[in-house]
């Protein structure tokens, strides 16, 4: 019995001055990351300004004040978009840069599940202007998919502006 005693109070003992020397160790630094606001900013805008980079002449000859634009993007495409995807849920929405991201949804009439993100770049009401990325359960969707799903917003949004343009 004596010694079982020892050999417990030898454990504890050890078990306890491990156990405090876990704790004199000083904290890791952590490290900062940007987020995703940030790194969108970076790629959009042009740090200096804040404002989007004018890369082609008729850009630099259009007038600053665009009525067809949401933030920076073009309303046209932005609601289109919208309308186009409206069976899939929304997860999140940033007119400003342009960014849907949605969740999971079953198209009409279809079998499978997609989700999305759609980034529009620019105010010009352009295909250019519009990136889809579609995803399925089992991974990326089939390039006819995504192809038909651009063509839609696009010509929903050529539409929208015709029906506003005639107000």
């Known amino acids: 019995m004596p010694l079982s005693r020892i050999a417990l109070t030898t454990v504890l003992a050890v078990t306890l001055v491990v156990t405090a020397a876990c704790g004199t160790r000083e904290p890791r630094q952590r490290v900062e990351t940007p987020s995703a606001d940030e790194i969108w900013d ?3 805008y042009d740090q200096e300004n804040r404002q989007r980079p004018r890369s082609r002449l008729r850009d630099l000859l259009r007038p ?4 067809g634009r949401v933030g920076a993007v073009n309303k046209y495409l932005w609601n289109a978009s919208l309308e186009v995807l409206d069976f ?7 007119p400003f840069t342009g960014v849907i991201t949605t969740g999971f949804g079953t198209p009409p009439g ?6 999305a993100t759609i980034v529009i770049s620019d105010p010009a009401l ?7 990325a579609l995803v399925t ?9 995504v192809r038909a799903i651009e063509d839609a917003i696009l010509t929903r949004a050529r539409l929208l502006r015709q029906q ?3 107000l």
């Open 42 to 44: 970076e790629i959009l």
């Open 64 to 67: 600053a004040e665009d009525s």
């Open 88 to 94: 899939l849920p929304i997860q999140s929405v940033d």
């Open 110 to 115: 279809g079998a499978r599940a997609y989700r």
């Open 126 to 132: 352009e295909a250019r202007s519009l990136n889809v």
């Open 137 to 145: 359960k089992g991974g990326p969707a089939n390039a006819a998919t």
């Open 164 to 166: 506003d343009s005639r």
